[in-house]
């Protein structure tokens, strides 16, 4: 009894019921929270669609608020950044005192933003790569991919190495089909998601195009480039972390040759839900400015993606 | 006889064939080269519906070819900047030995270009705000608007001053209903009119986006406005003109106060023309860098542009 962790799972879309149910799966005591399918889920259970193989629980520990939920050993929050506004609504509850977050989200400040909920001690953050989306109320369509990258949470901006409950985060994922890796510095490992997140997701959005056209046009191509150099000075700057031309060279070759694909950005744009934007872009902005250091293509990338991102939510 | 000037208009769009119209009823000699539109024009002559009353001409002085025209004392160039390629072509046959070309188009660089092909002596310029369009073959559609300024060009730099040549071509204009106004100083007047240009012509394309979203939005009004300082910054440093941040101010608040509309790019956007982006954003970017100027707002905008361009044309 003492091993058996429970596990809240905040946001059950396509990412944060994906890995639930994979540890759901392993045994694992998993308590999720939904929204709009609540309803459905309570009555008819879970379904996962995965090229490892399709899986469903008829029942699963299924809550429309957090006041009903146990207090948990570890909150995998899977929310959308745009839904950030609700942490110091939705964590306390269902974090133990001794309890962490596992901020699975896209984008920088996450951390920080989830130790001013809970406490700088009880966080830790992920990276994933992963294409899962829900298909219908209670049915998750994982497609690709599945990865993740773990890492503690270090208040003073340091590399926190590898903790022991990050350790024991991954172990919870033995068994699954998900591959895990663990971060000695979560924050270096944050920025260099932006290398293709700042530039990619961003022009995706204003220029309606996938990842070939981009690079593969000189005008764009070149402009990303100038994007990834200037989230190379931001992050020098802003968390004194470097990020080499040969890693955003890799990412720019390894864009160049994957299959074309729409970012997750662009998807959230055509589906008409609101964007990460903030969570990516307006943080680096953000931290860029605190170090005075000059970003102007992302500044400008960023003030296009507001304006598209109000007028399309404004016309909703 | 001595006094009856032969004009040629090159370029008889919604513009060139306006003014040229304005000029022939006054009894001038007018030539126009047209392009699909000839054998219409030829036929038929050709009709204006104007605010200022309607007219047409049973018979125009109409081409289709350069090496038909007679040489002309002034050459109305009012092609879109997109068929500058063209020049070299069409301007020798079209302009007498003491003749010259008045180049009527977007941009900067304009008349340098005009100068290459017929020499520096023999061009001088002018910008004009109309609303004048294409309603079908032989027909114009001239909205509201139509005032004109002009100035001499001078390949050394320096303000021209008044000519003897830009006041002989305001006097063609008497009786017409176009303002005319003279400038001194030409290079000034091309670059200051890239403060409302470069902003709201490349983000009305980019963002979708008529005057008015673009000056109520926040994030897109301080966009604008880096954008007109970043003009300033070029301006300087390129060609040693000042543009005040009040001359800004002031295209900026006008901006927000008049009728909302779609900018000149965005309606050749929509209408799948291809953009006149070098001859605004790709000049200013040209002309900053040989100067050593940092315009990377503009950069971007006029990287995100060439990209839409692109993708618009290629697909047609």
Redesign the interface.
Known sequence: MSDKKQIAVIGSGGVGAYYGSQLQRQGHDVHYLFNSDYDHVKTHGLSIISPHGNYSFDQVNAYNSVHDMPKCDIVLLALKTTSNHLLEELLPPVTKGNGFVFALQNGIGIEEQVAQVVGPNRVIGGLCFICSVKRGPGVIEHQDYGWMSIGDFNPDNKPSGITPRIKMVADLFQGTPIPIDLMEDLTQARWQKLIFNIPFNG?SV??S?DTK??TS?P??R??AW?LMLEVGIAAKAAVDRTITKEFMQDILDKTTVMQPFYPSMKQDHDAKRPLEVEAIHGQVVRYAQAANAKI??I??????L???D??TQSTL
């Not at 500044?299 to 296009?304: F, I």
């Open positions: 022009l204003v220029l195009a056209q981009m046009h005008e764009t070149d402009l100038q102007p293509h500044q400008t990338l960023y003030q296009q507001k304006f598209i109000y007028t």
